[in-house]
């Protein structure tokens, strides 16, 4: 199985997996880059996995969806163009032979979802749209820190080698600010050193892994002593369980620039 990030619109990828002759691929925001992709290596389009309602996830989906008959699959409490294939969390889906699970994982929107494959050619595979991102997560536009956190915890729970295949190339933002909640990170500075250089020469960060975000991720760290400590620093007010700190590092997030 060959794992391409399509790079779309200023930083977002849209994953195609395919076995050299059938595809699938996740939230086409655009269209253009599937069909070329498609186009380029010979592959027939077999399922398209939408994760949420964005623009920037769903934009293309209609026009792929008419170029390649592919069938949709989504989330059950979104909206999405239909005609789809409903999901919720604990559902199975099979695509290109490969079994996926659905986890439903709210916070960034509030019927979000993602997919779990226990093994594509030895390692399991997540796409975890904008969820969780490497060194962040999404922006709470439509959930509560208390979801986020609970969605999270479900990803990071994952086994250590899982591929995480994230929807934007936030990498290198998201470690500055990360660095900023844990400056002693040594883990993160290494982490740091070789993303500078993949994106120096044009190259993808991702996907990560969940053994490496659990290493360096401050919205997987929210236990840890020294997170906990630089919540507190951001705002007096937090309060000292998981949900208040992970709260107050996403809301440091936000003002963070
Ligand atoms: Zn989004
Ligand atoms: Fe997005």
Known sequence: MKLIP???????????????????????GDAGPVLAALQQHGLQLEAILVTHHHADHIGGLDQVRNATGARVFGPAHEVIPAPLDKLVDGDHITALGLDFR????????????AYYCPGVDGAPLLFCGDTLFSGGCG??????????????????ALPGNTRVCCTHEYTLS??????????????????????EALRARG??????????????????????????????AFDAETTHDEVGVFAAIRQWKNEFR
Not at 6 to 28: E, K, M, S
Not at 143 to 156: F, V
Not at 205 to 223: G, K, V, Y
Request: net charge negative; aromatic share 8%; with cysteine.
């Open 174 to 195: 998201n470690l500055k600010f990360a660095r900023a909640v844990e400056p002693g990170n040594a883990d993160l500075i290494h982490y740091q050193e070789q993303c």
């Open 139 to 156: 922006r709470l536009f439509e959930g509560t820190p208390a979801q986020m956190l609970h969605s999270l915890d479900k990803l990071a």
């Open 6 to 28: 399509l790079p779309a619109f200023a930083d977002n990828y849209l994953w195609l997996l395919h076995d050299g002759r059938r595809a699938l691929v996740v939230d086409p």
């Open 102 to 113: 659905v986890f439903d994982v709210p916070g960034h929107t509030s019927g979000h979802i």
């Open 203 to 232: 190259e993808p960060t991702l996907p990560s892994n969940i053994d490496l975000e659990r290493h360096i991720n401050p919205f997987l760290r929210t236990r840890e002593s020294a997170v906990m400590e630089a919540a507190r």
